[in-house]
């Protein structure tokens, strides 16, 4: 930040050097030599007028506030100050003024009561009257600041959402308030926060959407909610949606009731961690989900890299696209039984080595285990889409069982199993391109008498697959590259009623001999 817009900083109220440099109706913030500004105005404090700002002296920061009157003001909450270079209290605060400096700037010859001394209250309703005990007593004096926040009002005039921060800075705190002009706060526009970096935000429960690039170039160092149930019905409409995410050198921390959610337990009564709700979230270590839960949405916990173990709930039916893709701790993970879709990437990059799918699951999508350790893939008869690079390098993967509910074996499925030595196809009717590329420990193969079709290079780079049995009616001649290179590399091809010549020692070896050759 190099410069503040004039107009913003009420240039009457702000104590400037004797030599600042006024450009264009800006303040070049390097000629005032400030690390940081923070400003607030305040309109109201006991019926008289006041201003409030933060100068730099020598050794550390300290609040000035110019008043007309009295030695009490009270303000209202989400307003960060600086003490010594730190943030010194963000909650409602009752500051008392104590002495006088009497020295001159822009602000029309006010003076400047120097604070010296704050406290914080233990609670506080909204408002004060009577007697306070310091010789003030009255009505509420609660000081009504120019809020860091600005917003725009629904078309129906039923809510609010947040669209801009005012002077923003580095390492603001700021907090969201439930209501603003006695309406809901119920969204974050797009790009509200942008390019506000050290963010400490609080967002209230009302918040029901954050718009894409609401937090772009934004750097949230702590996320404070109060409803992990209302988070998690939030529509993120994107990552650059989602305050808490971490990224390069930069983390964030989600705070709920003053607790960091580093073992995540999703309530009870959620039906939906929404699309993108924990997204980049490196903090987590543990995540269980409640048997409330039906839906686990796009994204909601990619590449929480640290997560090492993992509780679905009984109820869960549907893991959407890479819900958990890149988390690359998790080893394992029980599937529910009423699990019916799995979608693409959903375990992408994982460290899973064994899965059992439940007899409901009907969809497993594109790259779905891409990359994952698993050792075998059983799918059962109840699954009709099996996707697109669906084991796509899973370099462990000794076995693979297709169900009979899968007709197409979409392109790349296998693709780069290096260790695949058994295949069941079970009643696929064709194959799409590069199926088993590179599965070079492949070495037999039965062709189903269903299969009418197999794509491109669907067995290319099988150099040891010498043996099919082919029960389909599809020609297939041993060293033609067509189709779909099964056949190469073949030295042996039978139909039904044959013997295979494939012989497998008790460690594993596997070799041909026929009446030639070994």
Known sequence: LKKLGYEKVYYNYVSLPDDIVIEENYIDLDTLGLLEVKYFDLVKMNGGETSLSIIKPS????????????????????????????????????????????????????SKFTLTEYEIPVSYDGSLSGDDGNGWSGEDPTVALYDLL??????????????????????????????????????????????????????????????????????????????????????????????????????????CNGEPVIDL????????????????????????????VKELGNSCFYECDNIERLTLGASLEVIDWA???????????????????IGGHAFDSTSLT???????LEYIGDAAFYGTNLREAIIPDSVTYLGSSAFLRCSNLRRAVIGDGVKTLMSDTFGYCYNLREVDLGSIEETGTYVFHTCYNLTRVTLPASIKKIGAYAFAGCNK??????????????????????????????????????????????????????
């Not at 999703?266 to 980049?280: L, N």
């Not at 064994?354 to 409901?360: H, L, T, V, Y």
């Open 354 to 360: 064994e899965i059992s799918f439940p007899a409901r």
């Open 150 to 255: 600005e917003y725009e009002i629904s078309e129906d005039r039923s809510y609010y959402t947040v669209s801009d921060v005012k002077n923003p800075i580095k390492g603001m705190t700021i907090v969201i308030p439930e209501t603003y002009n006695g309406l809901p706060v119920k969204g974050i526009k797009q790009y509200a926060f942008d390019g506000v970096y050290d963010l400490n935000l609080t967002i209230p429960p009302t918040i029901e959407f954050i718009k894409y690039d609401a937090f772009r170039h934004c750097t949230p160092n702590v996320v404070y909610i109060s409803d992990l149930s209302a988070w998690c019905n939030i529509e993120f409409d994107g990552y650059t949606s989602v305050p808490i995410r971490s990224f390069d050198d930069h983390s964030s921390l989600l705070i």
């Open 323 to 341: 819900a958990f893709g890149n988390c690359e701790k998790i080893t394992e993970v029980r599937l529910p039984k009423r699990l019916k879709t």
């Open 59 to 110: 050794e550390h920061y300290s609040v000035q506030l110019s008043m007309a009157n009295g030695s009490y003001c009270y303000i209202k909450s989400g307003y960060l100050f600086i003490k010594d270079g730190s943030p010194a209290f963000t909650d409602i605060i009752r500051v008392k003024v104590i002495g006088l400096d009497s020295w001159n700037d822009y602000s029309k010859g006010n």
């Open 465 to 518: 697959l010498v043996e099919i049995e082919n029960l389909s009616e599809l020609d297939i001649k041993a060293g033609y590259s067509e189709p779909g290179y099964v056949a190469l590399h073949a030295l042996h091809i039978y139909g039904d009623g044959g013997k295979s010549n494939l012989h497998t020692t008790s460690d594993g070896f596997v070799f041909y001999s026929d009446n030639e050759r070994i």
């Open 265 to 292: 337990v999703i309530p009870d009564g959620v039906r939906t961690v929404k699309p993108y709700a924990f997204m980049y979230y490196k903090e987590l270590k543990s995540v269980k989900i409640a048997d409330t």
